[in-house]
């Protein structure tokens, strides 16, 4: 109330007409009306967990929206949000909106995790998901040759897509881009045509690990998990003259 009595007098001093800061303060307060009023029972939980053998943390982000493609929902009162019992505090951007973020070591990361969100009437929300960070068995030398290339994989199970991209530094080559599956060797294949495809140099290879499930304890809003993990290598690809 305050503040709405601060900014009418601010208007007034500057001399605007009585409707202008009357429209102002009515946007204003539908505004502040529609926060409270946000309904925790029909969130759309948008959980992202993300890593990658560069950085040596993980980022947890968890935010909450009116529904699944609606505008981002602060917390409010008594609701909360707990990651392996740990209580997170809220932040908020203007880009972003209302989030809750936290990152955790890696090497301690693996393994199985949950988060609890609870509403302002007290009702839990318990998701429970495992993180496990890709790994390349594979050891690649500095340079290889155009011909078929295998890559033994750690860190996957049967079914999980690994997204492939390899770059070379050509202007305009279309290089390598597109998703794999892993069999029960966890083992991905480059083809020889696919490495002939590329151009002779340096060549950038990375493998991502992903997947986006729906969050099995939700509101009858719904709402996501994705996870992805990313490592690179780079080598020379050596190609026979044609």
Partial sequence: MQYFAAMYSFFRFNNLPAVTV????LLMTGCASKDKQADTNQ???????????????????????????GEVVSIEGKGQVKLDGIPLLAESTKITGA???VQRPLAEFAGNHTIIFTTNANKEYKEEFTFQPLQ??????????????????????????????MTDTIFGSEG????????ADNRLLIS????TGLASGPIQLELVKESEDPIQNATPG?????????????????????
């Fill in 136 to 165: 390349l068995l594979t050891t690649l030398p500095d340079s290889l040759p155009a011909e078929e290339l295998v890559l033994e994989l750690n860190g996957v199970e049967k079914g999980d897509l690994i997204r492939i991209l």
């Fill in 192 to 195: 020889r045509e696919e490495m």
């Fill in 43 to 69: 969130f759309f939980f948008d959980y992202t967990i993300t890593g990658e053998e560069e950085n040596d943390s993980v980022t947890i982000m968890l935010q909450y929206r009116e529904e699944e493609a």
């Fill in 99 to 101: 989030y809750y973020e």
């Fill in 176 to 183: 390598i881009e597109r998703l794999d599956t892993i069999q």
């Fill in 22 to 25: 009357l429209i102002f303060l």
């Fill in 222 to 242: 719904g709402g996501r998990l994705y996870r992805s993990f990313r490592l690179k290598r780079e080598f020379w690809l050596v190609k026979e003259p044609e």
